[in-house]
């Protein structure tokens, strides 16, 4: 398989979106990338190149954002990640603001913001939380984050 670098994908000098938990403790990172069916394999590689090159700190949560899925691991040490979701169906709401066939990594990174940021306030309840992410909950990333922060880094 060709490295995703070498395939149009670019290592990250610090990662997109931090989230913390509400004493501070940094508990997942997520990545943005505008590639369009990069596929499993693909993230699998460009997730094991980031720990390898140490351009993403070793957290418990991990989350690669593609226009089209989303995918989550639990632990550095696993390979695979525990579960993918179609991007639409993780970010509902916040998905449809984006413009038809948006090409901006960064439009997909402020919505992926938002939709964290959201998620993170403590205000919602518990019905509502599921009803949004069911799959942060059963990987159990969202007790985690509840009443944290979101801290989206910027290029220099």
């Given at each position: 398989?060709?490295?995703?670098v070498?395939?149009?994908?670019?290592?990250?000098?610090?990662?997109?979106?931090l989230?913390?938990?509400?004493?501070?403790?940094?508990?997942?990172?997520?990545?943005?990338?505008?590639?369009?069916?990069?596929?499993?394999?693909?993230?699998?590689?460009?997730?094991?190149?980031?720990?390898?090159?140490?351009?993403?700190?070793?957290?418990?949560?991990?989350?690669?954002?593609?226009?089209?899925?989303?995918?989550?691991?639990?632990?550095?040490?696993?390979?695979?990640?525990v579960?993918?979701?179609?991007t639409?169906?993780?970010?509902?709401?916040?998905?449809?603001?984006?413009?038809?066939?948006?090409?901006?990594?960064?439009?997909?990174?402020?919505?992926?913001?938002?939709w964290?940021?959201?998620?993170?306030?403590?205000?919602?309840?518990?019905?509502?939380?599921?009803?949004?992410?069911?799959?942060?909950?059963?990987?159990?990333?969202?007790?985690?984050?509840?009443?944290?922060?979101?801290?989206?880094?910027?290029?220099?």
């Amino acid at each position: 398989m060709t490295d995703p670098v070498e395939r149009g994908g670019t290592m990250p000098s610090m990662p997109d979106i931090l989230i913390f938990s509400p004493d501070r403790q940094l508990e997942a990172v997520v990545e943005v990338k505008n590639r369009r069916n990069a596929g499993e394999e693909w993230a699998i590689q460009f997730r094991r190149n980031l720990l390898a090159h140490g351009l993403i700190p070793p957290v418990e949560y991990f989350l690669l954002v593609f226009p089209d899925t989303v995918y989550l691991w639990r632990g550095t040490e696993a390979e695979q990640p525990v579960t993918s979701v179609p991007t639409p169906e993780a970010l509902g709401r916040f998905f449809d603001v984006l413009p038809a066939g948006s090409s901006s990594e960064t439009s997909l990174e402020l919505v992926v913001s938002s939709w964290l940021q959201t998620l993170t306030a403590a205000s919602m309840t518990e019905e509502e939380s599921a009803e949004v992410a069911k799959w942060l909950v059963d990987a159990g990333l969202y007790e985690r984050i509840r009443g944290g922060h979101v801290e989206r880094r910027t290029a220099a």
